[in-house]
Nanobody, 127 residues
Framework: QLQASGGGLVQAGGSLRLSCAAS????????MGWFRQAPGKEREFVAA?????????????YYADFVKGRFTFSRDNAKNTVYLQMNSLNSEDTAVYHC?????????????????WGQGTQVTVSS
């Protein structure tokens, strides 16, 4: 299934790179997303990347407004892995981050569109 890793404790302003690897599935065949969930809050969209690497608007990825310019979502098809590079982290980024895979997506920002989920990796940003 999906295995997310790379979380940890980092100081504000620091960086982390999350990875999501798959067993038994070829991730290039799926629309991929990252979501996060902080304690007491609903799961929220972070970023998504289509199979082809190009969205309907022509860009390569979708990002939530609060991560634009700080996070980068990428694929490495040879390693069957996707990555979320997170820079300029702040305390509001503290959450459990989940990767997800979808076979078909209408609304990439909605968790209900995704078919498979990883277990999540904890990111804690200290101020």
């Amino acid at each position: 299934q999906l295995q997310a890793s790379g979380g940890g404790l980092v100081q504000a302003g620091g960086s982390l790179r999350l990875s999501c690897a798959a067993s038994g599935r070829t991730l290039r065949s799926y629309y991929m997303g990252w979501f996060r969930q902080a304690p007491g809050k609903e799961r929220e969209f972070v970023a998504a990347i289509p199979r082809s690497g190009v969205t309907r608007s022509g860009s390569k990825t979708y990002y939530a407004d609060f991560v634009k310019g700080r996070f980068t979502f990428s694929r490495d098809n040879a390693k069957n892995t996707v990555y979320l590079q997170m820079n300029s982290l702040n305390s509001e980024d503290t959450a459990v981050y989940h990767c997800a895979a979808a076979q078909a997506v209408v609304m990439p920002t909605s968790p209900s569109n995704y078919d498979y989920w990883g277990q999540g990796t904890q990111v804690t940003v200290s101020s």
